[in-house]
């Protein structure tokens, strides 16, 4: 899937893929893609890539979070896996530990109210 879909983007390229960590339960893939950008439409090309390649990771029953965190892109892959008594937990913490909700607002959880930013850094 991830190769198909730099061919799609980038007209090709290379992609590569090391085990940095290996624990009891399985490996822990880090990728790289090497491919062209088209100039004005790389954040296009890496949001198609993206996908791809986390769609097949979560369809052979990978998981998206690992200990470098989340972060927005990987968001809506977090929020098929995060199990609700731990988001209840995190909610719980974050309303007594950040009750204006300005850490890392709109990540793992949904924002209350709080200020988000847009990929591109604005508000």
């Known amino acids: 899937m991830t190769r198909q879909a730099v061919r799609r983007a980038c007209g090709g390229g290379v992609v590569s893929c090391r085990f940095a960590y290996v624990y009891p339960d399985g490996p822990s893939p880090y ?36 200990h470098h965190a989340v972060g927005r892109d990987h968001r809506r892959w977090y929020l098929r896996e995060v199990p609700e008594l731990f988001a209840g937990a995190l909610r719980g913490a974050k309303a ?18 709080a200020v988000t930013y847009s990929r591109e850094g604005g508000r």
């Open 31 to 66: 990728y790289s893609v090497f491919a062209p950008g088209r100039p004005g439409r790389e954040l296009e090309q890496w949001d198609e890539i993206k996908l791809a390649a986390s769609e097949a990771i979560a369809a052979l029953g990978g998981t998206i979070t690992h």
């Open 96 to 113: 007594e530990l950040d009750p204006a909700g300005i850490m890392n607002p709109g990540v793992l959880l949904e924002p209350s109210g």
